[in-house]
């Protein structure tokens, strides 16, 4: 039986388990990478001068970090069982190749993380103040570099180097490990996802610590913790930004259709021009378009009139090399998460510009208006990596493998009825955990760390509007 009733097939079922489940734990990623730099960077400021307003900063987002860092372990076991579940066919095609990265990943990466976060956790007031300091600093570098082994295996799927196809099981075998972890796309994926993911942690201690000032709590540690978050901002969304148009431009070259369908492009066109708002279809007669002349042939070549390939040459050239079907994805899914994920980006530029110039007038806590708006960003960070990652994803389909294996090839040969059963049990699961994680992360978000000395206790400075 390869369909439940109401016609959905085992993909279809296996595609929206493994969307649901991977979009919730990416989720916590790149929170817990930004947020664990930043508080090894508050616990280095409190090191450094003594100041315990910088203590209660550390100990603050320290808690708010371990228990994201918690819920994204739990939910990331559940994405190597997927590919045992639901996609067999594609763990044995890539098993020779994802074995060695995936496995440095847990026993270097993770083991790092969980170890030095124990000594972290468990040895303030027990180990020395700088071997405390160290392993928060550890753990930190535990969580970047598991995130790099993640993306130069998703890398290796995006463009695929450093391997051959074994004649007689027709698998992927790898031949240069050192090509594998050195492709061209990891170093941008890899440096893009940092970013976005340090870009994160700054808008989430930003938005936590504008919140608080309003509130009128703590004014001497939420105002170090939001100016240090600030300069984060700026920073990571320029790094973000520069990254993103570097990977736009490698986009042309490796994935053209990922490119023109983004823009909903069907003919080759020189000086392209870019499509800020489109209303009605994407087939090519939209109703009413907002259009900025040349910046797609900008944003794709570097030139002013470069040359982008357009949806209905590649689909001629694509069916032309791997034989009969459809290499379109899901345009109005490229087009608008695109859209989202720079707009956003473009808009978090913004908030730590704002707070930037608030910073050098010394107006930043006493600002109602900008401390408002930097509450209110605190989900778009992450609402920019869900859609970013969509991008990314669909905008390789038909391909799991980027040119050797199909998504369709890769799903493993079993009923719907067992899919759909576990879809709905990790769905039930994911809410109940997202449940707890919101609930867990809004009650600690509220409650300030207690001012120890009187001298701390700082009178709440009147607001400037």
Do not use: C
């Not at 990571?236 to 070259?253: I, R």
């Not at 000086?271 to 209303?279: D, E, K, W």
């Amino acid at each position: 039986m390869n369909t439940l009733i109401g016609g959905i097939s085992t993909l279809s079922l296996a595609r929206w388990q493994f969307g649901i489940t991977t979009v919730f734990h990416f989720l916590f990623v790149p929170l817990t990478i930004g947020l664990g730099l930043l508080v090894a960077v508050l616990q280095t400021a409190f090191y450094k001068t003594k100041d315990p307003a910088y203590d209660r900063m550390t100990r603050f987002f320290g808690k708010l970090f371990l228990v994201n860092f918690a819920i994204g372990v739990v939910t990331g076991i559940v994405q190597e069982f997927q590919f045992g579940m639901d996609w067999s066919r594609y763990s044995t095609f890539v098993g020779n190749i994802f074995g060695a990265p995936l496995a440095i990943e847990g026993l270097l990466a993770f083991f790092m993380e969980s170890t030095f976060l124990g000594i972290w956790i468990f040895g303030r007031g027990r180990v020395s103040e700088r071997v405390h300091l160290a392993s928060i600093w550890l753990a930190s570098l535990g969580t970047i570099l598991s995130a790099a082994f993640i993306i130069a295996a998703n890398s290796w799927m995006q463009h695929p180097v450093g391997y051959v196809i074994d004649p007689l099981t027709h698998q992927a075998v790898m031949t240069n490990f050192w090509a594998v972890v050195t492709n061209s796309t990891f170093f941008l994926a890899y440096g893009h996802v940092l970013f976005s993911a340090f870009l994160t942690g700054s808008v989430f201690m930003l938005a936590i610590a504008a919140w608080h000032l309003r509130k009128g709590h703590d004014f001497a540690g939420f105002g170090k913790a939001a100016k240090i978050a600030v300069v984060a901002v700026v920073i990571t969304a320029v790094g973000t930004m520069f990254l993103g148009d570097s990977q736009a431009k490698q986009m042309e070259t490796q994935q053209p259709m990922k490119m023109a369908a983004a823009e909903a492009l069907y003919n080759t066109t020189n000086g392209a021009s870019f499509s800020l708002l489109t209303i009605g279809d994407l087939s090519g007669n939209p109703v009413f378009q907002v259009r900025v002349p040349h910046i797609l042939s900008v944003l794709a070549t570097n030139t002013w009139n470069g040359k982008v390939q357009g949806i209905n040459e590649l689909q001629k050239e694509a069916t032309a090399k791997y034989g009969a079907g459809s290499y379109v994805p899901v345009i109005w899914v490229l087009y608008w998460t695109f859209r989202i994920m720079v707009g956003l980006g473009i808009l978090l530029f913004v908030l730590g510009g704002a707070g930037l110039w608030l910073m050098r007038k010394k107006r930043l806590e006493h600002s109602p208006r900008f401390l408002r708006f930097a509450s209110w960003m605190v989900l778009a960070p992450f609402i920019a990596n869900t859609t970013g990652w969509i991008f990314t994803e669909i905008g390789r389909q038909p391909w799991v493998v980027y040119g050797l294996l199909k998504t369709s090839a890769a799903v493993s040969v079993i009923a719907p009825g067992y899919v759909a059963t576990s879809l709905i049990g990790f769905t039930g699961i994911y809410t109940l955990l997202a449940i707890v994680e919101i609930g867990l992360m809004v009650r600690l978000a509220k409650v300030p760390e207690p001012v120890l000395g009187e001298t701390e206790a700082q009178s709440v400075p009147e607001l400037i509007y």
